[in-house]
């Protein structure tokens, strides 16, 4: 499975951005998918993660109610909407895929990784 990380950037604090992950190259439907980011000098960090077929989701504490994880089957594609950005959420943000259903905020549980897409939240 090949991932694609797009739509970072740069935007102030109370912003929001919605940022992609297409994967090729597998069946998208049946695994897992999640989002982390690893902010300048920190270790890459959990951020969401969402079922193979979609309703079940995970966050870290830090994004809960700002931001939302989804999936589109049919487009092979999972999402992150980030709302309300804050200067912390500065980092690049990696979109990782796991076969199965189990939802896991472990970096080793996740096979493949997309390139990773920067954001930056200015104050």
């Known amino acids: 499975v090949q991932l694609q990380a797009s739509g970072g950037g740069l935007v102030q604090a109370g912003d929001s951005l919605r940022l992609s992950c297409e994967a090729s190259g597998g069946t998208f439907s049946s695994y897992a998918m999640a989002w982390f980011r690893q902010a300048p000098g920190e270790e890459r960090q959990f951020v969401a993660a969402i079922r193979s077929r979609g309703g079940h989701t995970y966050y870290v504490d830090s994004v809960k109610g700002r931001f939302t994880i989804s999936r589109d089957n049919a487009k092979s594609t999972s999402y992150l909407q980030m709302n309300s950005l804050k200067p912390e959420d500065t980092a690049v943000y990696y979109c990782?895929?796991?076969?199965?259903?189990?939802?896991?905020?472990?970096?080793?549980?996740?096979?493949?990784w997309g390139q990773g897409t920067l954001v930056t939240v200015s104050s």
């Open positions: 990782a895929a796991q076969p199965g259903q189990i939802l896991s905020e472990v970096r080793g549980r996740y096979a493949y």
